[in-house]
């Protein structure tokens, strides 16, 4: 099975990783709400869809994962320019 698990638990659902545009107002942070990332099925397509106007970049991200306070993120491997 292929990408990253959260939670300790062997048994435990898998994040994987994926190409997504984030709306971001600011890149400082390091996980996002599942609502502001939209998957793509390529880095390619991901970098095509990107709007530095309309805070919109492209990254590579892990998830989506359950957060501590019960929301559904993703976190940052790396943002694509």
């Given at each position: 099975m292929k990408g990253?698990?959260?939670d300790p638990h062997p048994g435990a659902n898998v994040?994987?990783?994926h190409f997504?545009?984030?709306y971001s107002p600011r890149r400082k942070?390091?996980?996002f709400p599942?609502?502001?990332v939209t998957v793509y099925e390529s880095k390619e397509e991901a970098i095509e869809e990107q709007d530095h106007s309309k805070k919109l970049f492209a990254a590579e991200v892990i998830g989506p994962a359950k957060s501590s306070e019960g929301f559904m993120i993703f976190y940052l491997?790396?943002?694509l320019y």
């Open positions: 990253y698990s959260l994040a994987n990783r997504a545009v984030i942070r390091d996980r599942s609502t502001t491997v790396e943002w």
